[in-house]
């Protein structure tokens, strides 16, 4: 799903990841995979300029991956400071997924950017 993404994205997208999950057998998943969604999508509001994202929801054999590609080549910002104002949100990712990483975008002249992305597994069987 592409999106130009605004303040009340992350309630619809945390939605449908959530609707995604329930139909997997998968609610388990739901607290934390949507918390970790809206850190991503709250990156993307506040850092992209142009606020343009893909959204990736994928169902694993035992969780779900989800990827949020934008257009900033910078890499996120991760801080491990309880008091700074910024890099909380991938404190919250790496807390509440199993892996999360991002990765460039390979270079190409007219698209630039990174995808974000986590994975949680599900601890009930699928």
């Known amino acids: 799903m592409n999106f130009t993404l605004g303040?009340?994205?992350?309630?619809h997208l945390r939605c449908i990841l959530r609707a995604y999950l329930n139909t997997w057998g998968?609610?388990?998943?739901?607290?934390?995979?949507?918390l970790a969604l809206t850190e991503l999508?709250?990156?993307?509001?506040?850092?992209?300029p142009d606020r343009?994202?893909?959204?990736?929801?994928?169902?694993?054999?035992?969780g779900v991956l989800v990827e949020v590609t934008d257009t900033e080549?910078?890499?996120p910002e991760f801080s491990t400071a309880v008091d700074e104002e910024r890099g909380r949100g991938l404190?919250?990712?790496?807390?509440?997924?199993?892996r999360w990483g991002w990765y460039s975008l390979p270079s190409h002249p007219t698209r630039t950017g990174?995808?974000?992305?986590?994975?949680?597994?599900?601890?009930?069987p699928v």
């Open 52 to 62: 343009r994202a893909t959204v990736l929801m994928i169902r694993r054999t035992n």
């Open 73 to 75: 080549p910078r890499g």
């Open 26 to 34: 998968m609610s388990d998943l739901a607290d934390s995979a949507t």
């Open 91 to 98: 404190l919250i990712v790496e807390a509440v997924t199993d």
């Open 114 to 124: 990174k995808t974000v992305w986590f994975e949680c597994e599900s601890k009930e």
């Open 41 to 48: 999508v709250a990156n993307v509001v506040r850092h992209v």
């Open 7 to 11: 303040d009340h994205s992350a309630r």
